[in-house]
């Protein structure tokens, strides 16, 4: 029997219990046994990215990021906006994956949990940033899902039936593209 997929997912908040770190437990709560999924927590224990620094050996919090990102058959990211555009720390996670090459052509998709009117600018710049990593954007797995304080319950993971069901479609959307059409279990 083959290993399932896995799904790393990215939160762009250092916030303890954040909505966006809400909708990735989330994410793992709803995934369908057919696909495993990995909650990235090293955000905080990256060091500010330096170009000098990006050769062999990789400081280590870099070297596990883009082991993590290598293992996985796509990328689920949940990031808050911050004066029109990503968190500095997020945007440096992401710049330290542009001089490698395991996000290059792989699945990434994100969750937009900010209030209607907002979070556009983190949206732009993720697609920027992804663009120049050449990670394979799936677009009908982007989503904007707001997420209000009263959906999350007391473990951190949303209990919206509603919520729920448009972060599980959004696994099936990832899980179900591969570059070229494959199924990510055949990757």
């Not at 994956?97 to 290059?104: D, R, S």
């Not at 969750?111 to 993720?126: K, W």
């Amino acid at each position: 029997m083959s290993t399932p997929p896995l799904i790393l997912l990215l939160s762009g908040s250092l916030r303890t219990g954040s909505s966006n770190e809400s909708v990735l437990r989330t994410a793992q709560a709803v995934a369908p046994p057919q696909l495993r999924t990995a909650f990235y927590d090293g955000l905080a224990g990256l060091p500010h990215f330096n170009p000098d620094d990006d050769t062999d050996p990789l400081p280590t919090p870099v070297a596990e990021l883009r082991g993590a990102i290598n293992e996985a058959a796509a990328v689920l990211i949940c990031t808050p906006e911050y004066a029109g555009t990503l968190p500095g720390s997020f945007k440096n996670l992401l710049d330290w994956t542009v001089g490698g090459v395991e996000i290059c052509d792989k699945p990434v998709a994100w969750v937009n949990a900010a209030a209607p009117g907002r979070g556009q600018g983190a949206e732009a710049t993720l697609r920027t940033v992804l663009g120049y990593t050449g990670a394979d954007i799936v677009e009908p797995a982007c989503a904007r899902i707001p997420v209000t304080p009263q959906m999350v319950g007391a473990d951190g993971v949303i209990t919206d039936a509603g919520v729920r069901e448009q972060i599980g479609k959004v696994l099936g959307l990832l899980a179900g593209f591969h570059g070229r059409g494959a199924e990510l279990d055949q990757a």
